[in-house]
């Protein structure tokens, strides 16, 4: 799967988010080992810590079907300035990703490709638990 077409499920995603508390829609496409593509949208709650991002609902949806190393990952929100994964996020797309690029993309074309490790430097990770 190309870029565009990864961008193109993540804007998929992003159409089904619920956001009614903060009107932000988000939506992400992670790439499996074995090209299979999962995709999530942000899902608030009116409990408003309980909100899950789009990445994660992502990953979550493909680690219960089985898929636990990803490739690549795309991310769309509707800004100007391209929207970053927020904190946690990047905790968790490294722990099942790793060093990948993580394109980030809004619905005016504009697009770009950061590496995780870029995000998050110097990461903790399960090496430090040996
Ligand atoms: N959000 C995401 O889904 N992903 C991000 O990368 C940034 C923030 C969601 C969480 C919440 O539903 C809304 O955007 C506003 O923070």
Redesign the pocket.
């Given at each position: 799967m190309n870029q565009e077409e990864l961008i193109g499920r993540a804007i998929e995603a992003r159409s089904k988010a619920y956001?009614p508390y903060?009107n932000?829609k988000?939506g992400a496409a992670v790439v499996a080992e074995n090209g299979e593509v999962f995709i999530g949208c942000?899902v608030?709650s009116a409990s408003y810590g309980l909100?899950v991002?789009?990445?994660r609902v992502a990953i979550w949806k493909a680690v219960s079907e089985g898929a636990t190393r990803f490739t690549e990952i795309a991310?769309v929100?509707d800004t100007e300035e391209l929207?970053?994964?927020?904190g946690v996020?990047r905790q968790i797309i490294w722990e099942f990703c790793g060093d990948i690029p993580v394109t980030l993309a809004n619905l005016k074309g504009r697009s770009e490709t950061i590496q995780m490790r870029e995000l998050l430097p110097r990461a903790f990770d399960t090496k430090f638990l040996k």
């Open positions: 956001a903060s932000f988000v942000n608030e909100t991002c789009a990445e991310v929100a929207t970053p994964p927020c996020c």
